[in-house]
């Protein structure tokens, strides 16, 4: 079937596997709102893969520009709206492209990886006029949205400081040292790429903005070093047709995987990528063991860690206050089973790809002088980032109102920038970092 012509006309550039959740929430989900008009892309493959999947579901496929064609894509094709799901260095490309042909646009955190090119795409947005969507889904998880609800009501009074730790297990955090994200000049580190989503975060529940930042970084686990110094390294460079590669829980084989078979290995004569790299080989230049150390502008702190080699995967957060505490506990997966070791830990399938690894989550809050009591959620699910990709996508597509006004704006995803990149810039010169000395927001 045609998809019904609907509000805004969309085209998503890069088609790798972050592109299918908004494809699919695109022609599933608001057909009436929102209408899916070109896909853009380096890789021709990975573009026809998505047009194969959408057969499947019954819609007809999209027109398809390589990426050097994305201006006239937007002309031809008349484009409300670009959705950038492509490699993070890219990103300011694309979106300053779409904002001067007079679109908006909705991107993939991070909104960029450094200061100039943020730096570009704040002046893109002054001059045009036009918007930029940062797609922060963390901040529509039903329990992220009842502790801002919390703190908001004034329950632990003034917030004085915030230890928050995200723990990403062997599974899922080994999938950032196989791929692209792997190459700091691709993905500004996880300090950026990953740790942006945790910092917008606290910026949006404390209403507040980052002030100077100090903190250590060093590759722990991954990479060849330590992959020889703790007994994990394998002789090879990738998983796919290496014998070494085939018993070690660390690899992953495409093969395995219908849709990264087309995405990946079935587009690599199209532009060498491997997306199966071994995590304990040569070239790997981001960090998988942070700590920070924050001030904000509120006059609160905040103590985070972000460890890529845990036992298991969650996170907790706990605000200390004038009048008590409250403490946010996420257990998205217990451990790793050995039978799912080696599978794609996907950003829909946190915590649940098998059945045997438990997970739960809890807000409990502390008030002085009082026993403590668990705080009620409704709506949290272990699927789809606690249920928050549907909520926002409802918001970004289909035009639903949000009485929390969540929804990320250019400013936002700077702010969220800013620690992290403050934070890289005291792992290379081991001092504070004032953020205005990286970029004056606002």
Request: hydrophobic share 40%.
């Amino acid at each position: 079937m045609s998809v019904t012509p609907g509000r805004q006309r969309f085209a998503l550039v890069g088609t790798g596997a972050r592109a299918e959740m908004f494809v699919r929430a695109l022609v599933l989900d608001h057909p009436n709102t929102a209408e899916l008009v070109a896909f853009a892309d380096v890789n021709p493959a990975r573009m026809n893969a998505h047009n194969g999947w959408l057969a499947e579901l019954d819609f007809d496929p999209v027109p398809t520009y390589l990426a050097s064609e994305f201006s006239s894509m937007l002309e031809k094709e008349r484009v409300d709206v670009v959705l950038v799901t492509s490699v993070d260095r890219t990103h300011d490309d694309y979106i300053v492209a779409a904002l001067r042909a007079g679109c908006d646009v909705i991107t993939e955190k991070p909104m960029t990886t450094d200061v100039p090119r943020c730096e570009r795409i704040l002046r893109a947005v002054e001059e045009t006029g036009r918007k930029v969507s940062v797609a922060f889904n963390y901040r529509y998880n039903p329990l992220h949205e009842k502790v801002r609800e919390v703190l908001a009501e004034g329950a632990i009074g003034e917030i004085g400081s915030v230890h928050f730790e995200w723990l990403l297990d062997v599974r899922h955090g080994a999938d950032y040292f196989r791929r692209w994200h792997r190459d700091k000049a691709n993905s500004g580190g996880l300090m950026v790429h990953k740790a942006s989503h945790h910092f917008d975060l606290v910026n949006w529940w404390l209403d507040a903005k980052p002030v100077q930042v100090y903190a250590a970084g060093r590759l722990f686990f991954y990479g060849d070093a330590a992959g020889r110094r703790h007994g994990y390294a394998r002789r090879y460079d990738r998983a796919h047709g290496s014998a070494a590669a085939a018993d070690d829980p660390f690899a992953l084989h495409l093969a395995d995987h219908p849709r990264l078979r087309a995405l990946y290995l079935e587009a690599e004569a199209e532009d060498g990528y491997h997306r199966d790299q071994n995590v304990f080989a040569p070239g790997v230049t981001i960090e998988d063991d942070m700590a920070v150390l924050a001030q904000y502008d509120s006059g609160a702190t905040m103590t985070y860690h972000l460890t890529a080699y845990a036992p298991w995967e969650g996170y907790r957060v706990m605000f200390n206050g004038s009048r008590g505490r409250l403490e946010l506990e996420v257990v998205e997966s217990d451990f790793v089973s050995p039978q799912a070791a080696g599978e794609l830990k996907g950003a829909a399938l946190h915590g649940v790809q098998a059945a045997v690894e438990e997970g739960w989550a809890k807000i409990t809050l502390r008030p002085f002088w009082e026993q403590p009591r668990e705080v009620p959620v409704s709506g949290y699910t272990r699927t789809g980032h606690g249920g928050a990709d549907a909520r926002m996508t409802a918001v970004l597509f289909g035009g639903h109102t949000d009485p929390m006004d969540r929804a990320a704006t250019a400013r936002d995803g700077a702010l969220a920038l800013l620690t992290g990149l403050a934070a890289n810039r005291s792992f290379e010169t081991g001092q504070p970092v004032r953020v205005t000395d990286l970029l004056t927001i606002p």
